[in-house]
C-alpha cells in the first residue's frame, strides 16, 4: 500500500534510516529554537539603557562590555570573578551536569537530557581553594570557559558620578522623595573612599544620602562619616596652602558633624563637647552649611 502511495521519484526509507532522518530534523529544529532565543536575548541586551545596564566609561568596563555583548548570544559558560563554603558532593553533581548535559530529578529513577547554560559568580580565590582541596579542579576547568573579572570600585574612581546619578534615581524611587543631585563636593569624597563594599555599599550610602537630605542635593554631611573623612588626603596637585586650608575645611566639618551625630542635633549639647561656645560652634555650622536637623533623633 505504502509503495502504490509515493511519488514517482520518491524514496522510502525504513529501520535505522528513518530514525537518523528523524533525529536529523528534530536536532535541527532545536538548533533553530536555540538560534532565536539567543538572536532574542542579544536584541534585548543591545536595547537595554544605560540606567538598566551600568557598565561605566573606564576602558576595562568598556571591555567587559564588549564581553558580555559577544558572550550573551551563545551557550557559552561564563565565571565572573571579583571582589565582595562550597560542599564538594554539590560539586561532583554539578560537573556531571555540566559534563554529559543530563540530570536527575529528584524521586525519578531516569536521567533527562537538559540544554543549559551556566553563568557562576564567585568572590573567592579559586586557585587558591583547589590547593587547599576545597574546589574541584575539574570543575575549576569547566567553569573556566569564559571568564569575565570585573575590577573593585577603587580602580574605577572616575565611574562614581555615573554610577551615584544611577543610584541616586533608584534611591528616589523607592524612598518617593525628590533628590536631584550629589554636590561636587559629596562627589569628592566619594571619589577619594576605598569603597571596600564596592557597588552594594556605594548603593547604600546613595539611599542614605537620599534619607537625610532636607533638599534636592545630598551634601557632604549626609554622607557617613568613615567616607567624609576620607576627603583629607593630600592631593598634591593643589599647592601646599590650598591643600591645607582644604584639608583643616575638611576636619572641620567632619568635627562638627561628629560632635552633633552624638549630641542628636542640639547644638548646645555638641558645642560642650566640642569645648567651645554655642555661638562659635553655630558659626562653624553655617560656614559650613550643615543642618543638626539631619542629626535630630540619629545619635552616633
Known amino acids: 500500500m505504502l509503495w502504490q502511495l509515493k511519488a514517482e521519484r520518491a524514496e522510502v ?20 529554537e536555540l538560534e532565536g532565543q539567543y538572536t532574542l536575548a542579544l536584541r534585548e541586551l543591545r536595547s537595554l539603557s544605560d540606567t538598566e545596564f551600568i557598565i561605566g566609561g573606564t576602558p576595562g568596563m568598556k571591555e567587559i562590555g564588549v564581553l558580555i555583548t559577544k558572550v550573551a548570544p551563545t551557550p557559552t559558560t561564563v565565571l565572573l570573578r571579583g571582589e565582595s563554603g562550597t560542599g564538594l558532593e554539590m560539586q561532583a553533581k554539578l560537573l556531571r ?18 540544554q543549559l547554560r551556566i553563568i557562576a559568580a564567585t568572590n573567592r580565590d ?36 555615573i554610577l551615584a546619578a544611577h543610584f541616586l534615581r533608584k534611591a528616589e524611587a523607592k524612598v518617593n522623595k525628590k533628590v536631584e543631585r550629589v554636590s561636587p563636593e559629596a562627589i569628592q569624597c566619594l571619589e577619594r573612599y576605598s569603597w571596600p563594599g564596592n557597588l552594594r555599599e ?19 554631611e549626609h554622607l557617613p562619616l568613615h567616607i567624609q573623612s576620607a576627603g583629607l588626603k593630600v592631593d598634591h596637585a593643589d ?15 567632619d568635627a562638627l558633624c561628629r560632635y552633633l551625630g552624638q549630641a542628636a542635633g542640639n547644638i548646645s549639647q555638641a558645642a560642650a563637647l566640642a569645648r567651645m561656645t554655642r555661638r562659635t560652634f553655630h558659626r562653624l555650622i553655617l560656614k559650613h552649611r550643615i543642618s543638626p536637623r539631619t542629626f535630630r533623633g540619629k545619635p552616633v
Not at 556605594?202 to 557632604?220: H, K
Open 202 to 220: 556605594l548603593e547604600n550610602t546613595i539611599e542614605r544620602g537620599v534619607v537625610l537630605a532636607p533638599s534636592g542635593q545630598i551634601e557632604v
Open 13 to 32: 526509507m525504513g529501520g535505522r534510516g528513518a530514525k537518523f532522518l528523524w533525529d536529523l530534523m528534530e536536532e535541527r529544529r532545536r538548533k533553530q
Open 126 to 161: 579559586l586557585e587558591a581553594a583547589i590547593r587547599r582541596g576545597e574546589f574541584r579542579a575539574d570543575l575549576f576547568y569547566r567553569f573556566n570557559t569564559f571568564t569575565i573579572t570585573l575590577p573593585p570600585l577603587r580602580e574605577r574612581a572616575e565611574d562614581i558620578p
Open 97 to 114: 551536569v555540566l559534563q554529559t548535559g543530563e540530570i536527575k530529578p529528584v524521586g525519578d529513577a531516569t536521567t533527562r537530557r537538559v
Open 239 to 253: 599647592g601646599f596652602s590650598r591643600a591645607k586650608a582644604r584639608m583643616i575645611d575638611a576636619f572641620e566639618r
